[in-house]
Nanobody
Framework: QVQLVESGGGLVQTGGSLRLSCAASGRTFSRNTMGWFRQAPGKEREFVAAVSWSGESTNYADSVKGRFTISRDNTKNTMYLQMNSLKPEDTAIYYC?????????????????WGQGTQVTVSS
């Protein structure tokens, strides 16, 4: 079992930056693929980024490519999402997720564990 807790969300203006953190507990964290998803009001949950357990493989949604960077520190049992050049359309609740498989999947149903979410609001 893996428990995930997100933090680092907040309110920023367009063009600003935030770094989200996902603290994981449980013995399987270092072998889990980890990912970020987000859900805006009235919208479906969408994939943002994923990183393999080793950090060698990453996957990004086209909408965030070049602006967001996903990483993880297995020593600290923490995953990060560095978000730069934020846009109003990035406003959403961001969820940390983990899956048992090693692939950097972009489909939410393939992830087994989820955090409670952290709100990111980007003002125009």
């Amino acid at each position: 079992q893996v428990q995930l807790v997100e933090s680092g969300g907040g309110l920023v203006q367009t063009g600003g930056s935030l770094r989200l953190s996902c603290a994981a507990s449980g013995r399987t964290f270092s072998r889990n693929t980890m990912g970020w998803f987000r859900q805006a009001p009235g919208k479906e949950r969408e994939f943002v980024a994923a990183v393999s357990w080793s950090g060698e493989s990453t996957n990004y949604a086209d909408s965030v490519k070049g602006r967001f960077t996903i990483s993880r520190d297995n020593t600290k049992n923490t995953m990060y999402l560095q978000m730069n050049s934020l846009k109003p359309e990035d406003t959403a609740i961001y969820y940390c997720a983990a899956r048992l498989g090693g692939g950097v999947a972009s489909i939410s149903i393939l992830y087994h564990y989820w955090g409670q979410g952290t709100q990111v609001t980007v003002s125009s």
